[in-house]
């Protein structure tokens, strides 16, 4: 019985009729879509799509920007491990809707762990967002629906981004109905900080402006301002009384130090009195909450009357975009920062620990080409770099070399997630890198 079976499935298996094929249907003689075209494939989702289906054993991803450790694993926080643990055993756990704002406490801690112990932080609204592309959307949103009618100007500002930035930024100001423009930053024949051309540019902006900085690590090319060239940039920017955006996705990521990777935004809003500064946070890196989608979405303001109407816009543009923000992840990021022994626990282990890998894989990337290797090029640039990516340097041509000849899968733009690299694959890696320059 069972082989006969065995039998007639094998036949209906292979009969023509069953196999799968690719037969056009429609269900309508018209649709509302026959111009709709193709939308581009994210160039970095793209390349993780590559990357899984390739065969190689020994394949290498250094695309997806998410913290790995030294097994190439994702890691959760034990800091984090431990706060949902005490979370989902609390009797009053549940997962009942956040309000528009999120968590109140989350908030408050998050302005304070960015500009520290002020008082007039209590003047500054803050609602907890969709991490930092909700964050940033927000604000843009804001500035979309409330500036010709809010502010002194009667024309939208445009969004100054680095020349170099990340991919979203464009994407997100456009979907808001903004424009985007570049100023200089990054200069590729130095893979520097291109400073002699941004504050001449700087210096011309117009006061109808948003101008965009990343507050720590920058993403994709991780070079940051010196102090000293943040303090240039706030003075140029000041003058020119134009508004001011953060988007904070690495704090405490970068160096390990929170107050450190704080220095910008605290020195903007303290020492240059920038006013309405606006501050887009994301916990996805620093937490390792990435599929949690926590965020909080900050604007200093004058007064309480300014507070109150803020709020109630920032408020509205939510409600229309997604209504609520994440609870569990909320509660999760509430309680690192509300914690006194998994604050402490966070921001002296867990951040450094993260810290502390990435920086030593880039020292031993840049030993590897240097002196195992003997590349003939400068690597310095690995090392001065700070936070998740680098910039190599690396143009399409070798990285798409890297890519089908050695299975090490990057942006074209030649930024490496340094989250990638582990002490079992840097010396693969550098080895290729050598081959594809040499």
């Known amino acids: 019985m069972l082989s006969n079976l065995r039998r007639v499935s094998r036949v209906a298996f292979n009969k023509p009729c069953l196999q799968r094929q690719i037969v056009p249907h429609y269900r309508f003689s018209s649709t509302l879509f026959p111009n709709i075209k193709l939308g581009p494939k994210d160039p970095i989702l793209g390349i993780q799509e590559s990357f899984v ?16 450790d030294d097994d190439g694993k ?3 926080l034990p800091s984090v ?4 643990q005490k979370l989902i055993t609390s009797p009053d756990y549940n997962h009942e809707y956040y309000p528009i704002v999120g968590s109140a406490k989350l908030c408050v801690e998050a302005k304070r762990l960015m500009y520290g112990d002020d008082p007039s932080l209590d003047q500054m609204v803050a609602m907890q967002s969709l991490s930092g592309t909700g964050s940033l959307r927000v604000l843009f949103g804001f500035v979309k629906e ?3 009618t809010a502010t002194e100007f009667s024309e939208l500002p445009p969004i100054y981004v680095p020349n170099q930035t990340w991919g979203n930024h464009r994407t997100i100001a456009a979907h808001a109905g903004l424009k985007s423009i570049d100023y200089p930053y990054y200069d590729p024949k130095t893979n520097a ?3 002699q051309n941004m504050i001449p540019f700087l210096k011309q902006v117009p006061k109808n402006s948003v101008v965009l900085f990343h507050a720590v690590a920058h993403n994709p090319t991780g070079i940051d301002p010196t102090q000293e060239q943040w303090k240039e940039i706030c003075d140029v920017v000041s003058k020119r009384e134009c508004t001011i955006l953060f988007d904070s996705a690495y704090q405490g990521f970068a160096s390990g130090d929170c107050v450190r990777d704080a220095f910008a935004c605290r020195y903007f809003r303290n020492e240059g009195k920038i006013k309405n500064i606006m501050l887009a946070q994301s916990f996805a890196k620093n937490m390792g909450l990435y599929g949690q989608r926590v965020g909080v979405v ?4 004058n007064n309480k009357d300014e507070y109150d109407k803020v709020l109630s816009q920032i408020k509205m543009v939510a409600r229309a975009m997604y209504s609520n923000p994440s609870t569990h992840g909320g509660k999760i990021a509430e309680m690192l920062l509300t914690d006194k022994e998994l604050r402490k626990e966070w921001i002296e282990s867990d951040i450094v620990t993260m810290s502390n890998r990435i920086i030593a894989m880039r020292k031993a990337l840049r030993e590897a080409l240097e002196n195992k290797m003997k590349s003939s090029i400068s690597w310095k640039h690995i090392t001065d770099q700070i936070g998740m990516f680098c910039f190599t340097g690396l143009n399409e041509q070798q990285c798409d070399k890297l890519m089908a000849e050695h299975s090490i899968y990057l942006t074209r733009n030649g930024r490496i997630s340094i989250a990638g690299l582990n002490t079992k694959n840097v010396d693969r890696v550098a080895t290729a890198i050598h081959e594809v320059t040499k």
Do not use: T
Not at 53 to 68: E, F, H, I, Q, T
């Open 298 to 301: 900050s604007i200093d303001c």
């Open 53 to 68: 289906a390739d065969p190689n054993p020994n394949k290498v991803s250094l695309g997806v920007g998410a913290y790995r």
């Open 193 to 195: 900080l291109d400073f």
């Open 81 to 84: 491990r431990k706060a949902e």
């Open 74 to 76: 994702p890691w959760i």
């Open 146 to 148: 409330q500036w010709q």
